[in-house]
């Protein structure tokens, strides 16, 4: 196996640092701050179905491997054993329509589903739920970790197998010869490499962009909100309402910012939706999801931690009552169809990044694929759909065309 230095010490890198680390590569890991010190952090640490087929192999790899990580490790992931469930809600019919095709999918995959949208089914299975819904299903599926101990205990284990992994070194470069690339250049000089893997997340194309990498990838700034209910254990499940059709979505396709928005022309739009956690110290509860195209260091729209609440509290109102404990935003690496780039993008330098929503959901079956690719394997699921270079053709046109 070759030498390997990993740009990042996310759920990604960590990830990628073990699976490499196993094979007997000697490997390197560099983070510039410390471990999950952004959204691999501090995420909602939910392991769910993913919105896209094509990542259905790459999640289920991961959630098995996080069991046997979650097993071994010295400290408390927070992997749930069994599924807590997540009860899909629908207010209008167009949420009706949305949470259909997720129950379809569900099914599709092998999940059992429970329509529970009588007030008395609502009643008994989640009782803080308000019982005005065109439509509620319990979908059988959905785990909780805490994400930051889960990529501390990815990397641990990675360092276990003689992974080296360096804190607070700041990769400024690629170090390149020729067309091949050659390790990274830090702080405290080069170090070279036979492979590189750029695990950076939203600033992954910041390292490539002067490599002549191009991946269209731009960071979406995520909040969340923790209450404090009166009442203990308010929620038992995982409860969700579909996000509305918004700026960032054209039909089920992202619609990709323009220029102008990138660069801050107008308001960002924002996907808000519900996405309500029940955390498992019974007392609190972790109110996501927001999608933003992050312009800006400084939040743009500080107004979104009010829309969170009233959307949780048109779904359970007794969150009106809740003390607010911490709101929090962090940054995912987005793309344009949601699939994350894994693969070879010149020689000596590998890509794994823009997983978007799904970093802890895919995490560690990136890093099998990665492992599989860098060693000559079999990959253990079609690669194709995470291709890095699945957006240069159409890219040639459109410049072509401008
Ligand atoms: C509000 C919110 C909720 C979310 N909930 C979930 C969820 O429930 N489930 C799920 O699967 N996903 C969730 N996500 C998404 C998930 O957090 C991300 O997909 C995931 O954390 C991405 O991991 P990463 O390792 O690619 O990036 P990051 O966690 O951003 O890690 C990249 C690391 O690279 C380092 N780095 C960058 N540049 C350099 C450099 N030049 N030199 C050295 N180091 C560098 C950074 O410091 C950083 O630590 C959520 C995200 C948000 C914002």
Redesign the pocket.
């Known amino acids: 196996m070759p030498d390997v230095a990993i ?7 960590a990830s990628c640092a073990l699976e490499l680390a196993r094979r007997g590569a000697s490997v390197s890991l ?4 410390h471990l ?5 952090g501090r ?5 769910v179905l993913p919105d896209d087929d094509a990542n259905v192999p790459m999640a289920r790899a991961s959630l098995e491997e996080y069991r046997r990580v979650a097993a071994d490790a010295p400290l408390d992931v927070g992997l749930d054993a069994d599924p807590v469930g997540t009860v899909l809600t629908a207010m209008n019919a167009r949420e009706v329509r949305a949470a259909e095709e997720a129950v379809a999918r569900a099914t599709r995959h092998g999940f059992a589903v429970d329509d529970i949208s009588n007030p008395r089914d609502i009643r008994d299975h989640e009782p803080g739920l308000t019982r005005n819904v065109a439509g509620a299903w319990l979908v059988h599926a959905g785990h909780r970790l805490d ?1 930051g101990a889960l990529t501390v205990a990815l990397a641990l284990a990675a360092a276990e197998r003689g992974a080296e992994i360096h804190h607070h ?4 470069g690629l170090a390149t010869s020729a067309d091949t690339v050659r390790g990274v250049v830090t702080d405290d000089g080069v170090v070279d490499a036979d492979m590189t893997i750029v ?5 992954s194309s910041a ?1 490539l962009e002067p490599a002549g990498v191009h991946l269209p990838i731009v960071g979406a ?4 909100v923790r209450v404090a209910p009166t009442q203990k254990r308010l929620l038992t499940h995982l409860v969700e309402a579909p996000a509305p059709h918004s700026a960032l979505r054209d039909g089920s396709a992202l619609r990709w910012p323009t220029g102008a928005e990138v660069i801050g022309e107008g308001e960002p739009g924002s996907d808000i939706g519900a996405l309500l956690h029940p955390h498992r110290d019974g007392r609190t509860i972790v109110i ?2 927001t999608r933003q195209i992050w312009l800006t260091p400084e939040p743009a729209e500080e107004s979104i931690v009010g829309r969170l609440l009233d959307a949780a509290i048109e779904l359970v109102p007794a969150i009106a009552e809740a003390d607010v404990q911490s709101a929090w ?5 987005l793309s344009p169809d949601d699939r994350p780039f894994v693969g070879t993008v010149r020689e000596g330098l590998h890509v794994a ?1 823009g ?8 995490g560690s079956g990136t890093a099998q694929l990665v492992a599989a690719q860098i060693a000559g394997e079999e990959p253990p699921f079609d690669a194709a759909p995470f291709s890095p270079l699945r957006f240069e053709a159409s890219e040639r046109r459109t410049g072509e065309r401008d």
């Open positions: 740009v990042g010490g996310g759920v990604i890198g560099f983070e510039r701050d999950a010190a952004h959204a691999s995420n909602q640490g939910l392991w994400p070194v700041h990769v400024r695990a950076a997340g939203p600033w390292l700034r995520g909040w969340l996501g999801s935003w962090g940054l995912r690496p990044t997983h978007g929503s799904e970093g802890v959901i895919l």
